[in-house]
């Protein structure tokens, strides 16, 4: 097993060349066999595979500490079921579709013909590095595309990991990984993709669209934002509090869709802090030694997360944690489960995605101002809403825009493969996952047959009594 992290970043005369390169073979290459397409899957299959126990190696070693098990289930888990998903269906995904063709156009017929795009460039964080890296490279690639990668460096010892293996098992011109920091990753941004996606901030988000506009590249943008849970009145507090603490806690809260904050209904908040914690502790014990909670990523985010407690504290708030040996958390860099109240918009816990264990609980009376709480903010990546009342969830369902939901727990729609998944506003454009992927990274090239008996010829010039006449009718019967 080799953690090591080779120090070379891709210059940039090399991101350029392997562009071309991977470029003349697409334009080679217009039309990718299902064979080839399959043949390319199997391998990152394989490559996943075989490869599980070094990404966890790798990945533990970019947090200083990461769940052997959430890197096998949040992962390796979800690339392989994606491939697998891919697999199974990319031969009906490819078959062009027949579309309904209007009356005045009979007996024409319509297709939509899917068609690789050229060269796919991908843009990865450091928080899930193996699934937010290759879960697009399966869509692109089911999708006939040659694809460039950029992980993030916050994750050297797994972007170098990544680069070798696919290096072992793809030709440069059908899948690379290029390697470095954001210089490479600005040169990378202005490559001419014939699509781009970024998986980050919102901030870098913004700058990657601006990158990618100067060259008409398409982009997917999956970005961040406060996702809230929303507990309604008719909630089981305690199933609540327990799946929020684990969509919360999974990777130490360092999860784009974790839960951001809670809306809970006002006057429960310290029935829902008891269980929560009740649940934490379940899940991961009150020792900071525990295997199973994960470390934060970098002193410096760490200690971003203990500024943004600081100044709530400053401000007013106050925070639970029930926790002892602050030191050795410290020294682990590991971080508390933290619950906050008395929060107001003026605290940076309000304001910011948090992307660590700290949960502001915010109260609320009635559920038009928890509905009027969330549309008052961005529009977030995913909303969580707990409760038994029909009603009362599909008003909030109705009248709240996010990238996606999960009804009665947290996370699960990422999971979901036959669902689109992506942002909405801040938190995001375009979709990919399963066949929406596929659809993503596919030119889908409308093609419309004439006939060979057509009426259309009798709306050419010279116009008069004649045109005018079939156009009234036309009119009439469309
Ligand atoms: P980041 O935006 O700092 O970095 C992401 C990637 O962008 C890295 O590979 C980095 O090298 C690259 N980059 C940096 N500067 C760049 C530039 N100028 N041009 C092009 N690329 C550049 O994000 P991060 O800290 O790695 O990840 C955390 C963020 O990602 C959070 O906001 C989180 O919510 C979001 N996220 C979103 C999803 C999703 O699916 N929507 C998933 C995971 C994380």
């Not at 060259?215 to 008719?234: H, M, Q």
């Not at 660590?356 to 909303?383: C, D, H, K, M, T």
């Not at 909405?424 to 008996?453: D, I, L, N, Q």
Request: charged residues 25%.
């Amino acid at each position: 097993m080799n953690v090591a992290v080779a120090s070379e970043p891709t210059a940039a005369a090399d991101l350029g060349a392997v562009f071309h390169l991977q470029r003349e073979a697409a334009r080679r290459e217009i039309s990718v066999a299902a064979a080839v397409r399959k043949d390319r899957l199997r391998r990152l299959l394989a490559l996943v595979t075989d490869k599980t126990p070094d990404f966890e190696a790798a990945i533990d070693a970019d947090f200083g500490h990461r769940s052997r098990h959430e890197t096998r289930l949040a992962e390796a888990f979800v690339v392989e079921s994606a491939i697998k998903h891919a697999l199974r269906r990319l031969d009906r995904w490819m078959r062009p579709k027949r579309i309904a063709t209007e009356l005045p156009f009979w007996p024409g017929m319509n297709r939509l013909m899917p068609q690789p795009l050229g060269v796919v460039g991908v843009i990865s964080p450091w928080n899930y590095p193996l699934q937010l890296t290759l879960a697009p490279v399966v869509g692109a690639l089911a999708a006939g595309n040659r694809v460039m990668i950029k992980p993030s460096e916050l994750s050297p010892h797994f972007a170098h990991l990544l680069a070798s293996a696919v290096g072992e098992r793809y030709a440069a011109d059908e899948i690379s990984v290029v390697v470095g920091g954001a210089d490479v990753a600005q040169g990378f941004a202005a490559l001419p993709f014939d699509h781009l996606v970024f998986t980050g901030s919102t901030r870098v988000g913004r700058l990657v669209a601006e990158a990618a506009a100067r060259n008409l590249t398409p982009v997917t943008l999956e970005l961040g934002g406060k996702s809230p849970a929303i507990v309604d009145r008719s909630a089981d507090l305690a199933v609540a509090a327990q799946r929020i603490a684990y969509g919360k806690l999974l990777n130490a809260g360092q999860t784009c869709i974790a839960p951001d904050y809670v809306l809970c209904p006002r006057g429960q908040e310290e029935s829902f802090a008891e269980h929560f914690f009740r649940a934490a502790h379940r899940l991961y014990g009150t020792d900071p030694q525990n295997p199973d909670y994960t470390a934060i990523v970098s002193d410096a985010h760490y200690d971003r997360l203990a500024a943004l407690l600081a100044e709530a504290h400053d401000k007013g708030a106050r925070s639970d944690a029930r926790t002892s040996q602050a030191e050795t958390w410290k020294r682990l860099r590991k971080f508390p489960p933290n619950l906050v109240f008395a929060t107001t918009d003026a605290m940076r816990v309000r304001q910011e995605e948090i992307f660590g264990p700290i949960l502001p609980i915010v109260p609320y009376e009635s559920a038009a101002e928890a509905i009027a709480f969330v549309n008052a903010r961005e529009r977030p990546l995913a909303l969580y809403w707990f409760g038994r009342d029909g009603a009362a969830r599909e008003h909030v369902l109705r009248e709240t825009v996010s990238g996606g939901v999960t009804v009665n727990d947290c996370l699960l729609h990422i999971a979901q493969e036959n669902q689109p998944f992506g942002g909405v506003g801040a938190s995001g454009m375009g979709a990919y996952h399963g066949e929406w992927g596929f659809r993503t990274f596919s030119k889908e090239k409308p093609v419309f047959y004439r006939p060979r008996a057509s009426g259309t010829r009798l709306l050419h010039p010279p116009y008069g009594a004649r045109f005018e006449s079939l156009l009234a009718l036309l009119r009439r019967v469309t």
